[in-house]
């Protein structure tokens, strides 16, 4: 009753919140942020390697899911998560939650602006 079937027949999980979080030792730490190019520039690394989200789904069930799973079908979500938290600067997070919080935040403008 409380998952969402899709037009193939296959049922996924509503999320109810995320819990907690967890990396392991190959996340990218702070220091190594950036990465040295070919030609001596520095670029930032793009990465959720390491890192993994505690779920808590609809159904009483929780569940670990790597960041890049998570962040692709809950963005905003994880978003907020990583802000609430503190782990917004964290090398997993850094190249992408800015981002999705402003996208998110022009969303509600453009919404709250349209008259119906």
Not at 31 to 50: E, V
Not at 52 to 80: F, N
Request: hydrophobic content about 35%; some cysteine.
């Amino acid at each position: 009753m409380l998952s969402q079937v899709d037009s193939e027949g296959f049922s996924t999980l509503l999320l109810d919140s995320i819990t907690d979080y967890a990396k392991d030792g190959s996340a990218v730490e702070k220091s190594d942020l950036f990465a040295t190019t070919k030609r001596g520039g520095r670029q930032m690394r793009h990465t959720t390697c390491g890192w993994k989200l505690k779920v808590l789904w609809k159904d009483g069930t929780e569940q670990w899911i790597p960041l890049k799973d998570m962040k692709e079908a809950h963005p905003v979500e994880c978003a907020e998560f990583a802000k609430a938290r503190g782990i917004h600067d964290e090398p997993a997070f850094f190249w992408w939650v800015p981002h999705t919080l402003r996208k998110r935040d022009v969303i509600m403008e453009n919404d709250s602006q349209v008259r119906y």
